[in-house]
Protein backbone atom coordinates (compact mmCIF):
# COMPACT_ATOMS: atom_id res chain seq x y z
CA UNK A 1 0.00 0.00 0.00
CA UNK A 2 1.75 3.48 -0.81
CA UNK A 3 1.01 6.65 1.14
CA UNK A 4 -1.59 9.03 -1.17
CA UNK A 5 -0.02 12.51 -0.88
CA UNK A 6 -2.18 16.32 -0.33
CA UNK A 7 -1.12 18.50 -3.09
CA UNK A 8 -4.47 20.64 -2.76
CA UNK A 9 -2.60 22.83 -0.41
CA UNK A 10 0.33 23.93 -2.49
CA UNK A 11 2.04 27.74 -2.59
CA UNK A 12 1.88 29.59 -5.80
CA UNK A 13 5.80 29.74 -5.77
CA UNK A 14 5.82 25.98 -5.64
CA UNK A 15 3.61 26.01 -8.98
CA UNK A 16 5.87 28.39 -10.41
CA UNK A 17 8.74 26.41 -9.68
CA UNK A 18 7.31 23.53 -11.49
CA UNK A 19 6.25 24.98 -14.53
CA UNK A 20 10.12 26.70 -14.85
CA UNK A 21 11.79 23.35 -14.61
CA UNK A 22 9.35 22.17 -16.89
CA UNK A 23 7.99 19.24 -14.77
CA UNK A 24 4.22 19.22 -14.30
CA UNK A 25 1.88 18.79 -11.68
CA UNK A 26 0.95 15.41 -12.25
CA UNK A 27 4.16 14.53 -13.32
CA UNK A 28 5.87 15.46 -9.77
CA UNK A 29 2.49 13.77 -8.04
CA UNK A 30 3.83 10.40 -10.00
CA UNK A 31 7.37 10.72 -9.67
CA UNK A 32 6.51 11.71 -5.40
CA UNK A 33 4.11 8.92 -5.19
CA UNK A 34 6.67 6.41 -7.07
CA UNK A 35 9.43 7.26 -4.65
CA UNK A 36 7.32 6.73 -1.49
CA UNK A 37 6.21 3.47 -2.93
CA UNK A 38 10.10 2.50 -3.63
CA UNK A 39 11.04 2.81 -0.19
CA UNK A 40 8.09 1.06 1.24
CA UNK A 41 9.06 -1.81 -0.70
CA UNK A 42 13.07 -1.38 0.22
CA UNK A 43 11.92 -1.34 3.66
CA UNK A 44 9.36 -4.20 3.36
CA UNK A 45 12.18 -6.59 1.60
CA UNK A 46 14.39 -6.09 4.41
CA UNK A 47 12.35 -6.84 7.12
CA UNK A 48 11.13 -10.03 5.55
CA UNK A 49 13.75 -11.12 4.54
CA UNK A 50 14.07 -10.55 0.49
CA UNK A 51 17.42 -11.58 0.00
CA UNK A 52 17.96 -15.22 -0.98
CA UNK A 53 21.19 -15.99 0.33
CA UNK A 54 21.36 -16.97 4.16
CA UNK A 55 17.33 -18.23 3.52
CA UNK A 56 18.47 -21.41 5.07
CA UNK A 57 21.00 -19.68 7.99
CA UNK A 58 17.97 -16.99 8.80
CA UNK A 59 16.28 -16.43 12.23
CA UNK A 60 14.16 -14.20 14.00
CA UNK A 61 10.47 -14.72 13.11
CA UNK A 62 11.66 -16.39 9.77
CA UNK A 63 9.51 -19.63 9.81
CA UNK A 64 7.88 -19.60 12.99
CA UNK A 65 4.31 -19.69 13.23
CA UNK A 66 3.66 -19.92 9.62
CA UNK A 67 1.68 -22.43 8.17
CA UNK A 68 2.25 -23.83 3.99
CA UNK A 69 4.94 -21.34 4.17
CA UNK A 70 2.86 -18.03 4.65
CA UNK A 71 2.01 -15.87 7.77
CA UNK A 72 -0.99 -16.57 9.65
CA UNK A 73 -2.82 -14.86 12.05
CA UNK A 74 -2.33 -15.89 16.00
CA UNK A 75 -5.08 -18.86 16.51
CA UNK A 76 -5.52 -21.14 19.97
CA UNK A 77 -6.51 -24.60 19.81
CA UNK A 78 -7.16 -27.48 22.24
CA UNK A 79 -8.28 -30.83 21.89
CA UNK A 80 -8.24 -34.84 22.95
CA UNK A 81 -7.04 -37.94 20.48
CA UNK A 82 -7.30 -41.33 20.88
CA UNK A 83 -3.70 -42.89 20.43
CA UNK A 84 -1.64 -46.07 19.34
CA UNK A 85 1.98 -46.67 20.04
CA UNK A 86 4.11 -49.45 18.87
CA UNK A 87 7.41 -46.80 18.68
CA UNK A 88 8.32 -46.59 22.23
CA UNK A 89 11.89 -47.73 23.35
CA UNK A 90 12.43 -47.40 26.58
CA UNK A 91 16.37 -47.12 28.30
CA UNK A 92 16.54 -50.52 29.72
CA UNK A 93 17.24 -54.07 29.06
CA UNK A 94 15.40 -57.73 30.51
CA UNK A 95 17.07 -60.40 32.47
CA UNK A 96 18.81 -61.50 29.41
CA UNK A 97 21.00 -58.36 28.77
CA UNK A 98 18.59 -57.05 25.57
CA UNK A 99 16.56 -54.17 25.16
CA UNK A 100 13.31 -54.30 26.29
CA UNK A 101 10.78 -54.06 23.76
CA UNK A 102 7.43 -52.61 24.02
CA UNK A 103 4.30 -54.08 22.12
CA UNK A 104 1.84 -51.42 20.58
CA UNK A 105 -0.20 -49.65 23.52
CA UNK A 106 -3.15 -47.65 23.38
CA UNK A 107 -3.93 -44.19 24.81
CA UNK A 108 -5.42 -40.64 25.10
CA UNK A 109 -3.71 -37.22 25.04
CA UNK A 110 -5.05 -34.19 25.67
CA UNK A 111 -3.59 -31.46 23.70
CA UNK A 112 -3.01 -27.13 23.41
CA UNK A 113 -1.11 -24.53 21.77
CA UNK A 114 -1.21 -21.71 19.87
CA UNK A 115 0.78 -20.49 16.72
CA UNK A 116 0.79 -17.70 14.14
CA UNK A 117 2.77 -14.23 13.44
CA UNK A 118 1.51 -10.72 14.47
CA UNK A 119 3.09 -7.80 12.42
CA UNK A 120 4.12 -4.46 13.63
CA UNK A 121 5.11 -1.52 11.15
CA UNK A 122 8.68 -2.39 11.48
CA UNK A 123 8.64 -5.79 13.47
CA UNK A 124 7.38 -9.60 13.10
CA UNK A 125 6.71 -11.88 16.01
CA UNK A 126 6.35 -15.82 15.20
CA UNK A 127 4.72 -18.21 18.08
CA UNK A 128 4.54 -21.95 17.86
CA UNK A 129 4.01 -24.18 21.27
CA UNK A 130 2.29 -26.98 21.24
CA UNK A 131 1.56 -29.40 24.97
CA UNK A 132 0.75 -32.54 24.64
CA UNK A 133 -0.23 -34.98 28.05
CA UNK A 134 -0.17 -38.47 27.10
CA UNK A 135 -1.61 -41.44 28.97
CA UNK A 136 -1.15 -44.91 27.97
CA UNK A 137 -3.67 -47.98 29.12
CA UNK A 138 -1.64 -50.76 30.73
CA UNK A 139 1.70 -48.63 30.29
CA UNK A 140 1.71 -45.91 33.23
CA UNK A 141 5.75 -45.97 33.09
CA UNK A 142 5.42 -44.79 29.48
CA UNK A 143 2.78 -41.35 30.43
CA UNK A 144 4.36 -38.10 30.29
CA UNK A 145 4.04 -34.50 28.88
CA UNK A 146 5.70 -32.89 25.56
CA UNK A 147 5.91 -29.15 25.60
CA UNK A 148 7.58 -27.38 22.17
CA UNK A 149 7.64 -23.83 22.34
CA UNK A 150 9.81 -21.67 19.61
CA UNK A 151 9.76 -18.14 19.57
CA UNK A 152 11.13 -15.62 16.80
CA UNK A 153 11.16 -11.82 16.74
CA UNK A 154 12.41 -9.60 13.83
CA UNK A 155 12.99 -5.98 14.20
CA UNK A 156 13.95 -3.30 11.56
CA UNK A 157 15.58 -0.71 14.21
CA UNK A 158 16.69 1.54 11.52
CA UNK A 159 16.88 1.59 7.30
CA UNK A 160 20.39 0.21 7.39
CA UNK A 161 19.68 -2.11 10.74
CA UNK A 162 17.67 -5.30 11.46
CA UNK A 163 17.75 -7.23 14.46
CA UNK A 164 16.81 -11.09 14.80
CA UNK A 165 15.99 -12.89 17.87
CA UNK A 166 15.43 -16.52 18.77
CA UNK A 167 14.69 -19.15 21.03
CA UNK A 168 13.41 -22.80 21.55
CA UNK A 169 12.65 -24.43 24.82
CA UNK A 170 11.04 -27.81 25.58
CA UNK A 171 10.35 -31.03 27.24
CA UNK A 172 9.65 -34.56 25.46
CA UNK A 173 9.97 -37.80 26.09
CA UNK A 174 8.61 -39.33 22.76
CA UNK A 175 10.85 -39.69 19.59
CA UNK A 176 8.08 -39.54 16.94
CA UNK A 177 7.36 -36.20 18.64
CA UNK A 178 9.52 -34.88 16.56
CA UNK A 179 7.89 -35.04 13.70
CA UNK A 180 5.45 -32.40 14.45
CA UNK A 181 7.57 -30.00 15.76
CA UNK A 182 8.43 -26.85 13.58
CA UNK A 183 11.35 -26.79 11.05
CA UNK A 184 13.35 -23.82 11.82
CA UNK A 185 16.88 -23.06 10.70
CA UNK A 186 20.04 -22.99 13.13
CA UNK A 187 18.42 -25.79 15.35
CA UNK A 188 21.21 -27.34 17.27
CA UNK A 189 19.25 -28.98 20.11
CA UNK A 190 15.88 -30.48 18.35
CA UNK A 191 16.40 -32.44 15.18
CA UNK A 192 14.75 -35.62 13.92
CA UNK A 193 17.62 -37.47 15.67
CA UNK A 194 17.53 -35.77 18.60
CA UNK A 195 16.16 -39.07 20.51
CA UNK A 196 17.19 -42.91 19.85
CA UNK A 197 15.28 -43.77 22.86
CA UNK A 198 12.24 -42.43 24.53
CA UNK A 199 13.29 -40.67 27.68
CA UNK A 200 13.35 -37.61 29.10
CA UNK A 201 15.09 -34.69 27.91
CA UNK A 202 14.65 -30.84 28.30
CA UNK A 203 16.36 -28.39 25.66
CA UNK A 204 16.66 -24.60 25.93
CA UNK A 205 18.40 -22.53 23.03
CA UNK A 206 18.32 -18.66 22.73
CA UNK A 207 20.42 -16.53 20.15
CA UNK A 208 20.60 -13.38 18.35
CA UNK A 209 21.58 -11.87 14.67
CA UNK A 210 22.19 -8.38 13.23
CA UNK A 211 22.06 -7.52 9.58
CA UNK A 212 23.88 -4.73 8.80
CA UNK A 213 22.89 -3.25 5.14
CA UNK A 214 25.37 -1.65 3.27
CA UNK A 215 23.54 -0.93 0.33
CA UNK A 216 20.67 -2.06 -1.89
CA UNK A 217 22.79 -5.07 -2.78
CA UNK A 218 25.16 -5.55 0.28
CA UNK A 219 24.64 -6.70 3.49
CA UNK A 220 26.30 -7.81 6.73
CA UNK A 221 25.29 -10.47 9.55
CA UNK A 222 26.44 -11.57 12.50
CA UNK A 223 25.18 -13.90 15.17
CA UNK A 224 25.53 -15.82 18.41
CA UNK A 225 23.61 -18.41 19.86
CA UNK A 226 23.72 -21.04 23.02
CA UNK A 227 22.15 -24.39 23.59
CA UNK A 228 21.95 -26.70 26.11
CA UNK A 229 20.20 -30.28 26.64
CA UNK A 230 19.38 -31.96 29.43
CA UNK A 231 18.63 -36.18 29.93
CA UNK A 232 17.21 -37.93 32.59
CA UNK A 233 18.61 -41.34 32.05
CA UNK A 234 22.21 -41.83 32.87
CA UNK A 235 23.02 -43.83 30.77
CA UNK A 236 22.65 -40.49 28.10
CA UNK A 237 24.51 -37.76 27.48
CA UNK A 238 23.54 -34.01 26.74
CA UNK A 239 25.34 -31.42 25.55
CA UNK A 240 26.01 -27.46 25.93
CA UNK A 241 27.67 -25.24 23.39
CA UNK A 242 27.69 -22.41 21.25
CA UNK A 243 27.85 -21.52 17.71
CA UNK A 244 29.10 -18.15 15.91
CA UNK A 245 28.21 -17.06 12.66
CA UNK A 246 29.08 -14.02 10.07
CA UNK A 247 27.41 -13.75 6.61
CA UNK A 248 28.53 -11.30 3.73
CA UNK A 249 25.72 -11.25 1.02
CA UNK A 250 25.46 -9.44 -2.52
CA UNK A 251 22.84 -9.47 -4.49
CA UNK A 252 23.74 -9.65 -7.99
CA UNK A 253 20.21 -9.09 -9.18
CA UNK A 254 16.44 -9.03 -8.29
CA UNK A 255 16.74 -13.03 -8.40
CA UNK A 256 20.13 -13.98 -7.62
CA UNK A 257 22.02 -13.23 -4.39
CA UNK A 258 25.82 -14.81 -4.14
CA UNK A 259 27.88 -14.74 -0.49
CA UNK A 260 30.27 -16.33 1.70
CA UNK A 261 29.44 -17.85 5.66
CA UNK A 262 31.34 -18.70 8.45
CA UNK A 263 30.64 -20.27 11.80
CA UNK A 264 32.62 -21.40 14.34
CA UNK A 265 30.46 -24.19 16.76
CA UNK A 266 31.47 -25.57 20.34
CA UNK A 267 30.43 -28.81 22.06
CA UNK A 268 30.72 -30.15 25.74
CA UNK A 269 29.21 -32.81 27.10
CA UNK A 270 28.91 -32.64 30.68
CA UNK A 271 27.96 -36.32 31.95
CA UNK A 272 31.85 -37.84 29.97
CA UNK A 273 35.18 -36.49 29.34
CA UNK A 274 34.95 -34.85 25.75
CA UNK A 275 34.29 -31.56 23.59
CA UNK A 276 34.56 -29.94 20.16
CA UNK A 277 35.26 -27.01 18.11
CA UNK A 278 33.92 -27.03 14.48
CA UNK A 279 34.72 -24.41 11.87
CA UNK A 280 32.70 -24.07 9.07
CA UNK A 281 33.12 -22.11 5.66
CA UNK A 282 30.98 -21.91 2.87
CA UNK A 283 29.84 -20.20 -0.16
CA UNK A 284 26.26 -20.08 -1.17
CA UNK A 285 23.80 -19.22 -3.99
CA UNK A 286 20.39 -18.18 -3.67
CA UNK A 287 17.59 -17.45 -6.88
CA UNK A 288 14.19 -17.52 -7.76
CA UNK A 289 13.48 -19.89 -10.40
CA UNK A 290 10.65 -18.12 -11.57
CA UNK A 291 7.60 -16.13 -9.87
CA UNK A 292 7.19 -19.86 -7.39
CA UNK A 293 10.12 -21.61 -7.17
CA UNK A 294 13.37 -20.77 -4.68
CA UNK A 295 16.28 -22.30 -4.91
CA UNK A 296 19.11 -21.81 -2.15
CA UNK A 297 22.59 -23.83 -2.57
CA UNK A 298 25.84 -23.52 0.15
CA UNK A 299 29.11 -25.73 0.25
CA UNK A 300 32.31 -25.54 1.86
CA UNK A 301 34.24 -27.57 4.58
CA UNK A 302 34.08 -28.17 7.73
CA UNK A 303 37.56 -28.16 10.14
CA UNK A 304 36.53 -30.34 13.27
CA UNK A 305 38.66 -30.83 16.62
CA UNK A 306 37.72 -33.74 18.55
CA UNK A 307 38.67 -34.95 22.02
CA UNK A 308 36.50 -37.43 23.97
CA UNK A 309 37.54 -41.06 25.44
CA UNK A 310 37.54 -44.38 23.61
CA UNK A 311 37.92 -48.29 24.22
CA UNK A 312 40.71 -49.89 23.08
CA UNK A 313 42.13 -53.42 22.98
CA UNK A 314 44.88 -54.62 24.76
CA UNK A 315 47.23 -57.05 23.82
CA UNK A 316 47.38 -60.61 25.12
CA UNK A 317 50.21 -59.99 27.11
CA UNK A 318 48.91 -56.99 28.73
CA UNK A 319 45.15 -58.69 28.99
CA UNK A 320 46.71 -61.55 31.15
CA UNK A 321 48.38 -59.38 33.50
CA UNK A 322 46.30 -56.86 33.67
CA UNK A 323 43.05 -59.36 34.01
CA UNK A 324 41.13 -57.30 31.58
CA UNK A 325 40.90 -57.02 27.16
CA UNK A 326 40.07 -53.48 27.09
CA UNK A 327 41.23 -50.25 28.02
CA UNK A 328 39.78 -46.48 28.23
CA UNK A 329 42.14 -44.52 26.74
CA UNK A 330 41.67 -40.31 25.65
CA UNK A 331 41.62 -39.22 21.74
CA UNK A 332 42.31 -36.26 19.89
CA UNK A 333 41.11 -36.14 16.20
CA UNK A 334 41.55 -33.24 13.70
CA UNK A 335 39.54 -34.12 10.44
CA UNK A 336 38.24 -32.15 7.39
CA UNK A 337 34.91 -33.33 5.98
CA UNK A 338 32.68 -31.75 3.31
CA UNK A 339 29.68 -29.32 4.50
CA UNK A 340 26.69 -28.31 2.19
CA UNK A 341 23.27 -27.99 1.93
CA UNK A 342 20.66 -27.87 -1.15
CA UNK A 343 16.81 -26.35 -0.21
CA UNK A 344 14.43 -26.26 -3.19
CA UNK A 345 10.36 -24.67 -2.02
CA UNK A 346 7.74 -23.84 -4.63
CA UNK A 347 4.92 -21.97 -3.02
CA UNK A 348 1.43 -22.05 -4.53
CA UNK A 349 -1.60 -19.86 -3.25
CA UNK A 350 -2.89 -21.85 -0.32
CA UNK A 351 0.24 -24.67 -0.32
CA UNK A 352 3.95 -24.76 0.15
CA UNK A 353 6.51 -27.90 -1.65
CA UNK A 354 9.85 -28.05 0.23
CA UNK A 355 12.79 -30.45 -0.52
CA UNK A 356 16.20 -30.54 1.21
CA UNK A 357 19.24 -32.35 1.72
CA UNK A 358 22.32 -31.48 3.87
CA UNK A 359 25.73 -32.35 5.91
CA UNK A 360 26.82 -30.63 8.65
CA UNK A 361 28.21 -31.41 12.02
CA UNK A 362 25.79 -32.23 14.83
CA UNK A 363 25.95 -32.64 18.65
CA UNK A 364 24.47 -36.12 18.66
CA UNK A 365 21.64 -37.45 20.25
CA UNK A 366 22.75 -38.89 23.41
CA UNK A 367 24.50 -42.08 22.67
CA UNK A 368 26.66 -40.84 19.64
CA UNK A 369 28.46 -37.26 20.71
CA UNK A 370 29.99 -35.13 18.16
CA UNK A 371 29.14 -36.64 14.33
CA UNK A 372 29.01 -35.99 10.86
CA UNK A 373 25.46 -35.44 9.96
CA UNK A 374 23.31 -36.43 6.46
CA UNK A 375 19.97 -35.38 6.05
CA UNK A 376 17.29 -35.36 3.69
CA UNK A 377 13.68 -34.17 3.88
CA UNK A 378 10.90 -33.75 1.53
CA UNK A 379 7.73 -31.83 2.75
CA UNK A 380 4.03 -30.81 1.40
CA UNK A 381 1.56 -28.57 3.36
CA UNK A 382 -1.44 -27.45 2.12
CA UNK A 383 -4.37 -25.53 3.74
CA UNK A 384 -7.13 -24.64 1.84
CA UNK A 385 -9.88 -21.78 2.10
CA UNK A 386 -12.92 -24.01 3.10
CA UNK A 387 -12.34 -26.79 5.26
CA UNK A 388 -9.40 -28.84 4.67
CA UNK A 389 -5.51 -28.78 5.64
CA UNK A 390 -3.32 -31.73 5.08
CA UNK A 391 0.74 -32.35 5.84
CA UNK A 392 2.80 -34.80 4.25
CA UNK A 393 6.48 -34.93 4.79
CA UNK A 394 9.15 -37.99 4.84
CA UNK A 395 13.34 -38.55 4.84
CA UNK A 396 16.30 -39.75 6.37
CA UNK A 397 18.92 -38.64 8.49
CA UNK A 398 22.59 -40.56 9.53
CA UNK A 399 25.15 -39.87 12.23
CA UNK A 400 28.72 -40.86 11.84
CA UNK A 401 30.47 -40.63 14.92
CA UNK A 402 33.83 -38.55 14.46
CA UNK A 403 35.82 -39.64 17.18
CA UNK A 404 34.14 -42.61 19.12
CA UNK A 405 34.77 -45.11 16.89
CA UNK A 406 30.85 -46.68 16.58
CA UNK A 407 29.26 -48.45 13.44
CA UNK A 408 27.21 -45.01 11.87
CA UNK A 409 23.29 -44.92 13.16
CA UNK A 410 20.63 -44.53 10.31
CA UNK A 411 16.93 -43.34 10.74
CA UNK A 412 14.03 -42.98 8.00
CA UNK A 413 10.75 -41.27 8.90
CA UNK A 414 7.61 -40.38 7.48
CA UNK A 415 4.33 -38.92 8.40
CA UNK A 416 1.29 -37.26 7.33
CA UNK A 417 -1.81 -34.92 8.99
CA UNK A 418 -4.75 -33.72 8.08
CA UNK A 419 -7.52 -31.50 9.83
CA UNK A 420 -11.04 -31.26 8.34
CA UNK A 421 -13.27 -28.32 9.90
CA UNK A 422 -16.77 -29.12 11.69
CA UNK A 423 -19.57 -27.09 12.61
CA UNK A 424 -19.01 -25.04 16.33
CA UNK A 425 -15.64 -24.19 15.50
CA UNK A 426 -14.72 -28.49 15.86
CA UNK A 427 -12.21 -29.77 13.73
CA UNK A 428 -11.66 -33.37 12.67
CA UNK A 429 -7.89 -34.25 13.12
CA UNK A 430 -5.57 -37.20 12.21
CA UNK A 431 -2.17 -38.07 11.65
CA UNK A 432 0.31 -41.35 11.05
CA UNK A 433 3.95 -41.46 11.83
CA UNK A 434 6.48 -44.05 11.03
CA UNK A 435 10.34 -44.52 11.59
CA UNK A 436 12.51 -47.03 10.96
CA UNK A 437 16.14 -47.12 12.99
CA UNK A 438 19.38 -49.22 12.76
CA UNK A 439 22.66 -48.91 13.76
CA UNK A 440 24.99 -50.16 10.36
CA UNK A 441 27.07 -53.45 10.81
CA UNK A 442 24.97 -54.88 13.96
CA UNK A 443 21.85 -56.47 14.85
CA UNK A 444 20.00 -53.24 16.45
CA UNK A 445 16.80 -52.23 14.27
CA UNK A 446 13.66 -50.77 15.53
CA UNK A 447 10.85 -49.82 13.53
CA UNK A 448 7.77 -47.60 15.17
CA UNK A 449 4.18 -46.68 14.62
CA UNK A 450 2.00 -44.13 16.07
CA UNK A 451 -2.05 -43.14 14.97
CA UNK A 452 -3.90 -39.88 16.55
CA UNK A 453 -7.31 -39.18 16.26
CA UNK A 454 -9.35 -36.98 17.78
CA UNK A 455 -11.23 -33.54 18.09
CA UNK A 456 -9.99 -29.99 18.21
CA UNK A 457 -11.40 -26.90 19.17
CA UNK A 458 -9.83 -24.05 18.00
CA UNK A 459 -11.72 -20.83 16.29
CA UNK A 460 -11.48 -19.21 12.86
CA UNK A 461 -12.24 -18.35 9.71
CA UNK A 462 -9.46 -20.78 7.43
CA UNK A 463 -9.04 -24.42 8.49
CA UNK A 464 -6.42 -25.44 11.76
CA UNK A 465 -3.58 -26.13 10.33
CA UNK A 466 -1.15 -27.96 13.09
CA UNK A 467 2.13 -29.25 11.31
Given at each position: ????L ?7 S ?33 L ?26 L ?15 P??V ?12 Y??E?NVG??G ?20 N ?8 D??L ?12 V ?8 TL ?7 V??T ?8 P??L ?11 G ?9 R ?7 Q ?6 Q ?10 N ?21 Q????P????Q???D ?39 A ?12 Y ?7 G ?8 K?A???LS ?6 P ?8 R???G?A ?15 G?Y ?9 I ?6 F ?44 S?G?V ?5
Amino acid sequence: MCLQLDTNNRHTSDSNWRLNTGIGEQSLKKRLIGLVCGMASTAFAQLGGGYLGPAVLSSGASGVGTRSGQQVDLRFYAGVNGIYDSSIQPVAVNANGTLVTINGLYGVEANVGVYGTHDWKTAVLGLDYRGTFREYNGGSAYDGIDQFLTLGYTWQESRRVVFKAQALAGTLSDGLAIGVLPTITNNEVATPTSLLFDNRSYYLQGGMDVTLIQSARTLYTFGAQGFDVWRQSSYLVGVEGYNARGTVEHRLNKNTSVGFNYQRQHYDFPKVFGQANIDTGEIFVGTNLGRYWKLTVRGGIFHAEVSGLESVALSPVIAALLGQTVAIQAFYRVNYYPSGQAALTRRFKHASLGLSYGQLASPGNGIYLTSRSDNGTASYSYTGIRRASIAISGGYSSLNSLGQGIAPYRLGFGGAGFTYTLPYQLHLVGRYDYHYQEIESLTYKHTGNRVTVGLMFSPGQVPLSLW
